[in-house]
T-cell receptor
Framework: GAGVSQTPSNKVTEKGKYVELRCDPI?????LYWYRQSLGQGPEFLIY????????DSGLPNDRFFAVRPEGSVSTLKIQRTERGDSAVYLC?????????????FGPGTRLTVL | DAKTTQPPSMDCAEGRAANLPCNHS???????VYWYRQIHSQGPQYIIH???NNETNEMASLIITEDRKSSTLILPHATLRDTAVYYC??????????FGTGTRLQVFP
């Protein structure tokens, strides 16, 4: 079956621009997570949705970062006034329920480059 | 912060068992040990998880010491496709996986 998909696969933007990154979850998965991964590092948690609501946004680095999941399926990560330090791979993962033994299924990521 | 310590890199000959260690000396009673791996340019992939008992699935075996302060992931017959970064993660709250820098496993012919 279809896994988690993320679009675009690559995004190059200029400093100060606004970007949107999209995540299409596995059908029926209610839990959705965003992570970002800098070169040579493990993924870093950003935000977790349970259904339509953000259950934990403690990983968002500042108020330039925002994510939505209006219908409890597709999610969009939005970054305003991008900075060169935002360059990273942004990973989306989904889970059936978000329970403590839930497996997270990751998408291939979006590589964001801020020039 | 990650609650685990892993060696930065390991090598393994193809067809041999790969044994990847992980120390988690501050683990609490209800915290699970999870293993994920990340093949180059892909998203992380779930391998296995356990609480107290040893676990085995089609991909690997997980051996957890009796005091739960360390564990070992075993790939019984490593192949070139197993070359990846392997992450050991201790998790109680399921709203986030906290990754360390993992172990880079290189399987050679």
């Amino acid at each position: 079956g279809a896994g988690v998909s993320q679009t675009p696969s690559n995004k190059v933007t200029e400093k100060g621009k606004y970007v949107e990154l999209r995540c299409d979850p596995i059908s029926g998965h209610t839990a959705l997570y965003w992570y970002r991964q800098s070169l040579g590092q493990g993924p870093e948690f950003l935000i977790y949705f349970q259904g339509t609501g953000a259950a934990d946004d403690s990983g968002l680095p500042n108020d330039r970062f925002f994510a939505v999941r209006p219908e409890g399926s597709v999610s969009t990560l939005k970054i305003q006034r991008t900075e060169r330090g935002d360059s990273a791979v942004y990973l989306c993962a989904t889970g059936i329920s978000g329970s403590r033994t839930d497996t997270q299924y990751f998408g291939p990521g979006t590589r964001l480059t801020v020039l | 912060d990650a609650k685990t310590t892993q060696p930065p890199s390991m090598d393994c000959a193809e067809g041999r068992a790969a044994n990847l260690p992980c120390n988690h000396s501050t683990i609490s009673g209800n915290e699970y040990v999870y293993w994920y791996r990340q093949i180059h340019s892909q998203g992380p992939q779930y391998i296995i998880h356990g609480l107290k008992n040893n676990e085995t699935n089609e991909m690997a075996s997980l051996i957890i010491t009796e005091d739960r302060k360390s564990s070992t992931l075993i790939l019984p017959h490593a192949t070139l496709r197993d070359t990846a970064v392997y992450y050991c993660i201790v998790m109680y709250n399921t709203d986030k996986l906290i990754f360390g820098t993992g172990t880079r496993l290189q399987v050679f012919p």
